[in-house]
């Protein structure tokens, strides 16, 4: 598989816990997309020989934030350049404060047949606290107008470990999720992203972080309804119907190669990595300039991709065995001696991959951290985490006001 990825870095307002590049400079939109759509050139221009897309990801930032008329630009450009599968997956992001009736039906015609809405919680004091810009009303409403402009797919993002918190309330959020009926879930414990207004408040004591036991057991509760509910866990996070997996996403998770576009967009191409500058300013001046607006790019060894394939993969479908002897000489089963013993504790299923259990994703940490340390010492290399680790420093122009 092979996608496409499309930073959109505008919010009409920062959430207090949200790392992602995005300014509230909504003024400068229309100058973005002309420099997007220049990027997308320069980038088609230098990349010979790129693969087939089988999905194409609108993120941020908020998507939904660009009129009908500047997504047409951008995906006309993208069609231009790059060939993109007739039944690829086109999803955007959107913020449930952002939409109109009649913007979903444009996105739709514009062909986007995949929507994930930032939803977090269905209670207001929730939102409110969080900064986001929509009440709950306007999440679940949301929803119908996405069905009513016909899409199919629609995903939901929520939240839980939430300073205050209840599991009461959680589980109301869920209850809320699951009636509306969406073919996809994600659900993410909130974590407090260093240089973030949340992180600064929780250094000042004006917040607690939720104690580890109350977030596990918020983690656990997910999982076991979601599973009632008919949501298969594909993922550390990310729950579908069957066939409703997000394919931009496991083409992430399976180490397949990815284009990406935008400021701080990180790609992966031809084996190595590379990532946008994380500052609008930076990479307008970069592009208008007919130069890439790369801040830096690093080729994967056989070994780091190694890695990277054995830890993406155990937190999502499952390490494919045969694949990875054939792309790393690795008999992954002996490798790692302990996964018979993790098998016999139900922690995961060996078959022609090994796959976590409902119990193992809930110690998928643990469970990643002793897999590579096995890895580490039949290789004799240190494995450099660049995932959960971004490698650039921040140099965003503006960023919160709101403390
Ligand atoms: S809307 Fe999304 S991208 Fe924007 S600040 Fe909130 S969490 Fe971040």
Avoid at 40 to 48: D, G
Avoid at 168 to 184: F, K, M, N, R, V
Avoid at 352 to 369: F, K, M, N, W
Wanted: aromatic content about 10%.
């Amino acid at each position: 598989m092979f996608g496409l990825y499309v930073h959109i870095p505008f919010c009409e307002k920062k959430c207090i816990y949200c790392d992602f590049y995005s300014i509230e400079r909504t003024d400068q939109i229309a100058e973005f997309v002309t420099t997007l759509c220049r990027e997308i050139e320069l980038r088609a221009a230098v990349n010979q020989h790129i693969p087939t897309a089988s999905s194409v990801f609108f993120g941020g930032g908020t998507p939904s934030l660009l009129s009908p008329i500047q997504l047409s630009q951008i995906i006309e450009t993208i069609k231009v350049h790059f060939l993109i599968h007739p039944d690829a997956e086109w999803t955007m992001e959107c913020n449930p404060g952002t939409i109109t009736q009649q913007s979903l039906a444009s996105y739709k015609s514009l062909g986007i047949n995949r929507l994930s809405f930032g939803v977090q919680s269905f209670h207001e004091s929730e939102l409110a606290f969080l900064h986001r810009i929509h009440t709950p009303d306007e999440a679940r409403d949301a929803v119908s107008m996405a069905r009513n402009a016909g899409f199919d797919s629609v995903s939901l993002d929520l939240m839980f470990a939430l300073p205050n918190q209840t599991m009461e309330s959680w589980q109301s959020t869920l209850e809320t999720a699951i009636g509306l009926g969406p073919d996809h879930i994600s659900a993410y414990s909130l974590i407090f992203e260093e240089g973030t207004p949340l992180y600064t408040m929780l250094q000042r004591g004006r917040v607690e972080r939720t104690g580890e036991e109350q977030d596990a057991d918020m983690y656990e509760y997910a999982i076991k309804r979601l599973a009632m509910a008919g949501y298969d866990q594909y993922e550390v996070s990310n729950f579908a119907q069957s066939g409703s997996e997000c394919l931009h996403n496991v083409t992430y998770w399976s180490g397949d190669e990815y284009i990406a576009f935008g400021p701080s967009a990180h790609g992966f191409l031809n084996g190595s990595r590379y990532w946008n500058f994380r500052s609008l300013a930076r990479y307008t001046d970069d592009v208008k300039q007919g130069n890439l607006p790369l801040a830096n790019s690093e080729k994967l060894t056989d070994i780091e991709r190694m890695f990277e394939r054995a830890f993406l993969e155990l937190r999502a479908k499952g390490i494919r065995i045969k694949e990875f002897a054939e792309d790393f000489g690795i008999d992954i089963l002996s490798a790692i001696g302990e996964l018979a013993l993790w098998e016999k504790e139900g922690l995961l299923v060996i078959s022609d991959r090994i796959t976590l259990t409902a119990t193992g994703y809930q110690v998928c940490d643990e469970l990643s951290l002793r897999a590579i340390a096995a890895l580490e010492k039949v290789t004799g290399v240190e494995w450099e985490d660049r995932i959960s680790a971004p490698e650039e420093p921040r140099e965003d122009e503006s960023y919160f006001t709101i403390l």
